[in-house]
Every structure is written in structure tokens, then in C-alpha cells.
């Protein structure tokens, strides 16, 4: 009788397994939950949308309760966190963050489901996001000028009609934090501006995944080369130039990193968590960006006692408001 076991060919756990057939188990992941016309404990509806379907990029949209049908609100382009390789803008956790942000910060947020790794290896989910991005930017009706890219868009009435683009915001947790980096890097040259004269206002990064070859601050020297974000990252971009220094990656030291004086946002919220392994290089990219000669404001929010993600993993704790009350008093 034939074995029915499926023979692995890469597992990073507790995360991933992969086997040789292809297929993928997310051993981790949080189970996803659908839309709701007006959530129970804070009435925000949601619902989820097509942004493109070559690629296939789609998007959960939420908002606040409205004082009056004509009422103009922030717009937060939201990045999930994951690894670049598991979560979901669908998932239980992250819907409901984004139910807690958007109810007390009163803002209209899009939480974008771009490609996974490994079916969909970066830079994958860094072009989806900054399509959906400019999918978004499309939406500013208080520009006339329209370009190519706007004119095969299908119009999303929560944005046309609720959306405030001299406010937009782009935010995420983790991997999703490490695309905000880059997405307002790509947003600040010359050749990369966004559809509708739309420019980005503001700019969170909680608990930012970047990592390099060599350790700093308080990181441990041993066992550092097959640390587990180092693993990750080679899964989930295997032909990245430079390797674990990409400059997308370590925006810092990496080879041929970019000045982060061209990050193209006006004010930057850097979140860490003192137990996270990732909050000295959080500090480390808030240092860099401070002295970088860029012309915004940056601030630098920790919350010590706690881990990495705590604020979506652990929602209902008092530290999980504390930081959801941070982030809404940024998006203003």
C-alpha cells in the first residue's frame, strides 16, 4: 500500500511547512471571519472588495458610524503583518484591530490582501501594495487631471464619498510595517508619485520587521545567522540581492540602501515593544530616520512590559488600548 505522507521540502517553524508537492500548511494562522454592516461592540461596518484581478489583489474596507451621509474622514491604507507569508486582511485578529482603530480614531481604513510567499515570492507583496496604494490615491475627486492608470479603475463609493486625501495615512504591523517603509521610500522619488496629486500624510510602523547580518544593540551574537528572521526572510525573498542586507530588509546598513531623507510621508509613528527581538532595529530605523536629514516628523512609542504584535494578538489587554489609543491620536 502507498504512504500517504506528503515529504517536506521546507518547514520554518512554527510558521510554515512546504512539501515537495508544492502544497503549503500555515500552521499559525488565525481563522478568517466575514464582514459585518455594523460590528456589535463598536459599529463599524466592513466589507470586502475588489481592487485588481490581474493580479488578484482585493482589500476589506471598514467605517465608523457617520454623523451625516456626507462626512469626509482620513484614509489609513492598512499592511497586514505575517512574515510575508501567512495572516490575512480577512483574519480574526487583525479585523478586529482594525474595528478598535478605526472606531476610535474615526478614519476609513483599507486593509489591503496582497500575494503570500511561497506561491507568490517578494517583491510580489511590495508591487501589490503599492498597486492597491495608488488604486486608492485614484479615488481623489478634488483632482481633475486623470491619468491611464485611472481610467480602468472601478470606483469604490465608501472613498469617493467619505474620503479625505489631503489626509492619507498608510500604516501596518510587522512585515506590513516593513511595507509602509518601503512604500513611503518608493512614494518619496521622483519617478514613483502617486495618482491624483495624493500625497501621503502620515506614515505608523508597529513593531517593524527589518533585520541585517550582524547583530546590534542588546541582539544575541550566538546563533545569530540562523536567526529566526533571517530564515523568514530568506523564504520568502530567496533571489534578494545582498540577501538578509536588502535594503528592504535593513533600510539602515544594507547594500545600496537609499537615503531615508527621501521617505515620501510628512510625520512617522515607529512603535516597539521592549520583550519584542525585533525592537532594536525599530529603535535603530527611528534613530536613522531622525538623523537622516529628512524634513518630517518622526516620534518613537514603546511599550515595555510587552511583546511583539501584542496589540493584535492580545487586543482585549490594557497595554493592547493603551497602544490602539497611540495610533488613533497619530491619525488626525
Given at each position: 500500500?502507498?504512504?500517504?505522507?506528503?515529504?517536506?521540502?521546507t518547514?520554518?517553524?512554527?510558521?510554515?511547512?512546504?512539501?515537495?508537492?508544492?502544497?503549503?500548511?500555515r500552521?499559525?494562522?488565525?481563522?478568517?471571519v466575514?464582514?459585518s454592516?455594523?460590528?456589535?461592540?463598536?459599529?463599524?461596518?466592513?466589507?470586502?472588495i475588489?481592487?485588481?484581478?490581474?493580479p488578484?489583489i482585493?482589500a476589506?474596507?471598514?467605517?465608523?458610524?457617520?454623523?451625516?451621509n456626507?462626512?469626509?474622514?482620513?484614509?489609513?491604507?492598512y499592511?497586514?503583518?505575517?512574515?510575508f507569508?501567512?495572516?490575512?486582511?480577512?483574519s480574526?485578529?487583525?479585523h478586529?484591530?482594525?474595528?478598535?482603530?478605526?472606531?476610535?480614531?474615526?478614519?476609513?481604513?483599507?486593509?489591503?490582501?496582497y500575494?503570500?510567499?511561497?506561491?507568490?515570492?517578494?517583491?510580489?507583496?511590495?508591487?501589490?501594495?503599492?498597486y492597491?496604494?495608488q488604486w486608492?490615491?485614484?479615488?481623489?475627486?478634488?483632482?481633475?487631471d486623470?491619468?491611464?492608470?485611472?481610467?480602468?479603475?472601478?470606483?469604490?463609493?465608501?472613498?469617493?464619498?467619505?474620503?479625505d486625501?489631503?489626509?492619507?495615512?498608510?500604516?501596518?504591523?510587522?512585515?506590513?510595517?516593513?511595507?509602509v517603509?518601503?512604500v513611503?521610500?518608493?512614494?518619496?522619488?521622483?519617478?514613483?508619485?502617486?495618482?491624483?496629486?495624493?500625497?501621503?500624510?502620515?506614515?505608523?510602523?508597529?513593531h517593524?520587521?527589518?533585520?541585517?547580518?550582524?547583530?546590534?544593540?542588546?541582539?544575541p551574537?550566538?546563533?545569530?545567522?540562523?536567526?529566526l528572521?533571517?530564515?523568514v526572510w530568506?523564504?520568502a525573498?530567496?533571489?534578494?540581492?545582498?540577501?538578509?542586507?536588502?535594503?528592504?530588509?535593513?533600510?539602515?546598513?544594507?547594500?545600496?540602501?537609499?537615503?531615508?531623507?527621501?521617505l515620501?510621508?510628512?510625520r512617522?509613528?515607529?512603535?516597539?515593544?521592549?520583550k519584542?527581538r525585533?525592537?532594536?532595529?525599530?529603535?535603530?530605523?527611528?534613530?536613522?530616520?531622525?538623523?537622516?536629514?529628512?524634513?518630517?516628523?518622526v516620534?518613537?512609542?514603546?511599550?515595555?512590559e510587552?511583546?511583539?504584535?501584542f496589540?493584535?494578538?492580545?487586543?482585549?489587554?490594557?497595554?493592547?488600548n493603551?497602544?490602539?489609543k497611540?495610533?488613533a491620536?497619530?491619525?488626525?
Open positions: 500500500m502507498a504512504s500517504t505522507t506528503k515529504e517536506i521540502a518547514e520554518i517553524l512554527p510558521f510554515m511547512r512546504v512539501y515537495k508537492d508544492g502544497s503549503v500548511d500552521l499559525l494562522e488565525s481563522p478568517l466575514p464582514t454592516p455594523g460590528d456589535p461592540e463598536t459599529g463599524v461596518s466592513s466589507k470586502d475588489s481592487i485588481s484581478l490581474n488578484a482585493s476589506r474596507l471598514f467605517l465608523p458610524p457617520l454623523n451625516h456626507n462626512q469626509k474622514l482620513p484614509v489609513l491604507v499592511f497586514h503583518g505575517g512574515g507569508c501567512f495572516e490575512s486582511a480577512f480574526s485578529d487583525h478586529r484591530f482594525l474595528n478598535s482603530l478605526v472606531s476610535q480614531a474615526k478614519v476609513l481604513a483599507v486593509s489591503v490582501e500575494r503570500l510567499a511561497p506561491e507568490y515570492p517578494l517583491p510580489v507583496a511590495y508591487e501589490d501594495c503599492w492597491a496604494l486608492v490615491a485614484s479615488h481623489n475627486s478634488n483632482h481633475d486623470r491619468d491611464d492608470h485611472d481610467q480602468d479603475i472601478t470606483k469604490e463609493t465608501w472613498l469617493t464619498n467619505h474620503g486625501f489631503e489626509k492619507l495615512y498608510i500604516g501596518g504591523d510587522s512585515a506590513g510595517a516593513n511595507i517603509h518601503n513611503a521610500l518608493r512614494a518619496g522619488t521622483e519617478s514613483e508619485s502617486l495618482p491624483c496629486n495624493v500625497k501621503i500624510h502620515g506614515a505608523f510602523l508597529a517593524p520587521y527589518f533585520w541585517g547580518s550582524k547583530p546590534i544593540g542588546s541582539e551574537k550566538e546563533g545569530f545567522e540562523n536567526a528572521e533571517r530564515l530568506d523564504f525573498y530567496p533571489s534578494a540581492s545582498w540577501g538578509i542586507d536588502n535594503l528592504m530588509i535593513n533600510p539602515v546598513s544594507g547594500g545600496g540602501a537609499p537615503s531615508l531623507a527621501g515620501g510621508c510628512s512617522m509613528l515607529v512603535c516597539v515593544a521592549g519584542d525585533l525592537r532594536e532595529r525599530g529603535v535603530w530605523y527611528y534613530e536613522a530616520v531622525k538623523e537622516s536629514g529628512w524634513k518630517g516628523e516620534e518613537l512609542f514603546e511599550v515595555e510587552e511583546d511583539h504584535a496589540h493584535i494578538y492580545n487586543i482585549d489587554s490594557h497595554n493592547a493603551v497602544m490602539i497611540r495610533l491620536s497619530f491619525l488626525v
